[in-house]
């Protein structure tokens, strides 16, 4: 594992784009990480370079490898991610994913570290160790969800790389098994949740990560040690661990029924009272302005030159100055089965667009372009401003539906599943047998949270993502029996780089792919 020290300097100039959050400090006669943490604005501006890495995570190329690769959607996109051209030598995204994961790991044991000093010297008051430390775990267990998530068993460590020796032992690490790395930031999250107040992410300064974060992400690693960990206490263990996580998020966020549809799904409607986690885009600190192109490949396709007019009809909201590459386009299989065009679900005139104002696009007779739900108003050529929903409270709800299927108790697991359902205005589920019910939940979770960077996880963590991507996918690269068919079973995680294994004097490996002779 390639691991480069941090800079107090670099890191004191990072800042997270956070809105209505001041990240002013005083950077003189800083040298040192002894000298460094002396006072609150130094430790939040440690915590605010924990933030940065995320943004870089979180691109197109990103959207192609968690929903493009999937049953559900697709794109013809020249990006080798979309296509599955993946392989040790050349990881694509997933290089990207390894080197910013590992550098947010980094810095968050820098941060934890710096700031149980400052508190232990009476730099920080009480409050204020706790905010932070809250933020600096989540963050840490974000980083170590998304690198297990994306490669499966990772090296872990919570050391801080104060020294060589340290540095030297920590890029020699192999990897270390997914379910334990999932335990341990567990255990790490449930220590500070329950100290820092108990809000809505959005009832924070600056959205920052909080307890809201905290309890999900418990559930979202314990719901994948549910169906991964053959060594748990019971069957029902991380059912358990998840629910408890769980039921904190609905004693803060309270029924969903209170949260209007359209405005917490939209990309462009920014830190809604349902969100959980965002990354943040177009806030301007210092001159810097941080934004992103996921837009670019969920607009209808092509745009006229110089014109608003997109795949034959004008969008004027849009405007003239975008850049619109091969689009994500829902599968048939999405679109015409789990959420059609004319049905009563409300979402799908978020998630798919036929038409504009009653004006039908010129390549959707099989397929829609995607929706509303992810285009950017006025974009100036690939600055997509919007913020990008990672974690909303329906994601929770339908968790909590989930969790209750896993355990039997199927009555209040349907009550969970309706509340998603009849927000969207598709009415309550009739329960039949156990086998449905955890389908329809499955079901429910891709039209809810379509396009939201979760469907290959959720596969994954099924343990059917082979199956039901060469099933349903449009794509013949990700087609069973096609010439063009690249996927492999082993594709359900990425390859660690090649260049990783060699740093790591090859105590990392990539066996899966070497069995499939990549």
């Known amino acids: 594992m390639k691991i480069k020290y941090l800079l107090i300097a670099t890191l004191s100039l990072a800042t997270f784009s956070l809105s209505s959050c001041t990240m002013e400090e005083d950077t003189s ?92 010297n009476a730099v920080l008051t009480s409050e204020q160790y706790h905010q932070l430390l809250c933020e600096a775990k989540c963050l840490r267990a974000f980083f170590y969800y998304t690198l297990t998530s994306f490669f499966g068993d990772v090296p872990f460590y919570f050391d801080d790389v104060t020294d060589n020796e340290v540095l030297l032992r920590i890029q020699v690490l192999p990897r270390m098994d997914a379910n334990e790395t999932r335990a341990k930031c567990i255990e790490d999250l449930q220590s500070i949740a329950s100290l820092v107040p108990q809000t809505r992410t959005s009832d924070n300064e600056g959205d920052r990560m909080g307890a809201a974060c905290a309890y999900m992400l418990i559930a979202k690693m314990a719901l994948w040690n549910a169906y991964t960990d053959t060594k748990a206490e019971s069957e029902t263990y991380w059912f358990d661990v998840a629910l408890e996580a769980l039921q904190h998020l609905e004693d803060i966020y309270g029924p969903l029924s209170q949260y209007s549809y359209e405005e917490n799904v939209m990309f462009r409607n920014k830190n809604t009272p349902e969100s959980i986690f965002e990354v943040q885009h177009t806030y301007t600190q210092g001159g810097l302005v941080y934004t992103s192109n996921v837009a670019c490949i969920c607009t209808p396709y092509p745009r006229s030159a110089n014109s608003a007019i997109y795949d034959g009809v004008e969008i004027p909201e849009l405007g003239d100055n975008m850049t619109v590459w091969s689009a994500m386009r829902p599968n048939v299989y999405f679109c015409q089965g789990l959420q059609n065009r004319r049905g009563a679900d409300i979402r799908r005139n978020y998630n798919m667009a036929w038409e504009y104002n009653g004006v039908e696009f010129a390549n959707v007779n099989t397929r829609p372009w995607c929706g509303p739900k992810f285009w950017c108003p006025n974009m100036q050529t690939s600055q997509d401003g919007n913020n990008y929903k990672v974690f909303r409270y329906a994601d929770a709800v339908l968790m909590i539906a989930e969790c209750y299927c896993g355990k039997g108790e199927y009555e209040t697991a349907v009550r969970y599943l309706d509340m998603t359902r009849v927000r969207a205005g598709i009415g309550n589920y009739t329960y039949r047998t156990p086998a449905r019910l955890e389908e329809e939940i499955r079901n429910e979770r891709a039209r809810e949270l379509f396009g939201e960077f979760q469907r290959k996880f959720d596969l994954v963590r099924w343990g059917i993502w082979y199956e039901a991507t060469t099933a349903n996918s449009d794509y013949a690269y990700l087609q069973l029996n096609t010439e063009q068919s690249l996927i492999k079973p082993c594709h359900r995680y990425y390859p660690i780089p090649d260049t990783e294994v060699a740093y790591s004097r090859y105590n990392l490996d990539n066996k899966e792919y070497a069995m499939y002779g990549l």
């Not at 000298?35 to 605010?48: A, G, L, P, T």
């Not at 049953?71 to 991610?81: K, R």
């Not at 040790?88 to 149980?116: K, L």
């Open 29 to 120: 006669g800083m040298s040192s990480p002894d000298n460094f943490f002396r006072k609150f604005s130094e430790c939040q501006s440690v915590v605010n370079s924990c933030y940065i890495p995320i943004k870089n995570i979180y691109t197109y190329q990103y959207m192609l490898a968690t929903e493009c690769c999937t049953d559900i959607a697709y794109a013809p996109s020249g990006t080798l991610d979309a296509r599955l051209d993946i392989s040790p030598a050349v990881p694509r995204h997933g290089s990207t994913v390894w080197t910013q994961g590992y550098i947010g790991v980094q810095r968050c044991n820098f941060a934890i570290n710096g700031i149980e000093r400052a508190f232990k």
